[in-house]
């Protein structure tokens, strides 16, 4: 599998990212094999995939734990990524929560250490200066973002380099085609994606909003009396569900699976540099894997985006998927 620079960090990376949170979560996500996540990551590194995205918060430490454990042995051909919680950016949280991560992961440096969401109680200041002496030292490669608006960006830009910002994009989830993928093209910051499918809408499973039910239906594409919800908005439930039909007969006619598709379509995104998967199983490595051989006519692309402008457009410049008071600056 070709590599790709993450911004101007150094760092080459896969375009398809294994995402860890299922791995190590059950509270979330429900029971996990132990012998599934060792197939699961076994297959990731079979089919040329080097970079696993976790968490501090992911099962509270569980799924780095699982991860150093899995990789021990083939640290030196693998990439990284973990995240500290906002809570967790004063000096001495971060790095006390680095060297906890470290623990976990079972490693001496983390390639690249992400803060999880934006903090505007602590001063960028602070936790920058200390960010990069954790560089310094050698306990991290590179700082990346996850969740930042562009002013957000532009504000840590200025105190220190940054490789990249995390954020949600997929077809139903364009929010970010407004400010911030721009905004990260122009400073030259890679953008790691995630929620490909919009946590399964896009596998062709569900055919109308009734058939959503929990974590699945808090974002802001639903009404605000879903369980969970952190919004007040009426939701956009007939564009959705318009813009999933639409989908599924393009996905139809080009002889690709609704999965497929959707994952194609995000790695053929300007600007974007890895897309990360939340796989459990080893089937979902080899079809994440067949997406990054998949060239999409113009035609496809310029189908799969007449489609789901309507929703875009219903869904306005927000990128937060959940909050209608964006964390995104």
């Not at 959705?240 to 690709?256: K, P, Y």
């Not at 006519?297 to 209608?324: C, F, H, I, Y």
Request: with cysteine; charged share 20%; aromatic share 6%.
């Amino acid at each position: 599998m070709n590599h790709k620079p993450l911004g101007r960090s150094g760092l080459s990376v896969t375009p398809i990212v294994m995402g860890c949170w299922g791995i190590g979560d059950e509270e979330m996500w429900g029971p996990q094999d132990e012998a599934d996540t060792r197939a699961t990551i076994a297959a990731a590194l079979d089919h040329g995939i080097t970079f696993f995205d976790t968490a501090e918060g992911y099962g509270n430490g569980r799924s780095e734990i699982v991860l150093g454990e899995a990789l021990k042995g083939c640290r030196a051909d693998v990439t990284i990524a973990t995240k500290v919680r906002s809570v967790n950016v004063s000096a001495a949280a971060i790095r006390a929560a680095c060297e906890d991560s470290l623990r976990r992961l079972q490693t001496d440096v983390i390639d690249l250490y992400q803060i999880h969401w934006p903090s505007h109680s602590v001063p960028f200041e602070e936790t920058m200066g200390e960010l990069l002496r954790l560089r310094d030292e050698g306990k991290i490669r590179a700082i990346g973002l996850s969740n930042h608006g562009p002013i957000d960006l532009d504000a840590m830009l200025a105190l220190g380099p940054i490789a990249s910002d995390q954020i949600p994009y997929n077809l139903l989830w364009r929010a970010i085609e407004y400010t911030v993928l721009p905004a990260c093209i122009a400073r030259g910051v890679g953008v790691l994606t995630y929620s490909p499918l919009l946590h399964g809408l896009l596998t062709g499973k569900y055919r109308s909003a009734e058939e959503v039910s929990g974590g699945r239906a808090r974002t802001r594409h639903f009404a605000a009396n879903r369980p969970g919800a952190r919004h007040g908005e009426a939701g956009a439930e007939d564009a959705l569900f318009a813009a999933i039909e639409r989908v599924r007969t393009i996905a139809q006619d080009s002889g690709l699976s609704m999965p497929l598709l959707a994952t194609a379509w995000v790695l053929h995104q300007s600007g974007v540099t890895g897309v990360i998967i939340g796989a459990r199983k080893a089937t979902h490595i080899a079809q994440a894997v067949e997406a990054v051989e998949i060239t999409l006519s113009a035609d496809v692309l310029a189908a799969l985006d007449a489609a789901t402008e309507p929703l875009k457009q219903r869904m306005g410049p927000n990128p937060d998927l959940w909050q209608s008071d964006s964390r995104f600056h």
